[in-house]
């Protein structure tokens, strides 16, 4: 059982930082469905929302990545959704090395090194 919790638990953390390279289409699905929610429209029309609006980011920033000719216009591009993406494998790191260790200065760089695995990942 320890063995497979230990798995478990690795899965889970690869899972977590899977998905920070996904940051700014979730970020932007997320704001699009509270604006939504917020504006007085029900659950349905704030998931829906929230879904077109992440999935058009994602799509939109592949295609013009897939698309530009301009090396400035790729890494801007990166840029756009590295930053995030960083930011979150930051946060996510910070998390978990506070359920570990205390917090200090070398969690701190080894948060900046996750966020920079992160931001590349992206």
Do not use: E
Request: aromatic share 14%; hydrophobic share 60%; net charge positive.
């Amino acid at each position: 059982m320890i063995i497979l919790g230990g798995a478990a638990a690795l899965y889970f953390i690869w899972l977590l930082f899977r998905l920070a390279t996904y940051a700014l289409p979730i970020y932007s699905a997320v704001g699009a469905g509270l604006f939504v929610h917020t504006q007085g429209y029900g659950t349905t029309a704030m998931l829906f929302a929230g879904f077109a609006t992440g999935l058009i980011v994602l799509l939109t920033g592949q295609a013009v990545f897939a698309s530009a000719k301009s090396p400035l216009l790729r890494f801007l591009v990166l840029l756009l959704f590295a930053v995030p993406a960083g930011f979150a494998g930051y946060q996510a790191m910070t998390g978990l090395l506070g359920l570990l260790i205390d917090v200090g200065v070398w969690a701190n760089w080894l948060a900046v090194a996750g966020g920079l695995g992160t931001a590349s990942a992206a």
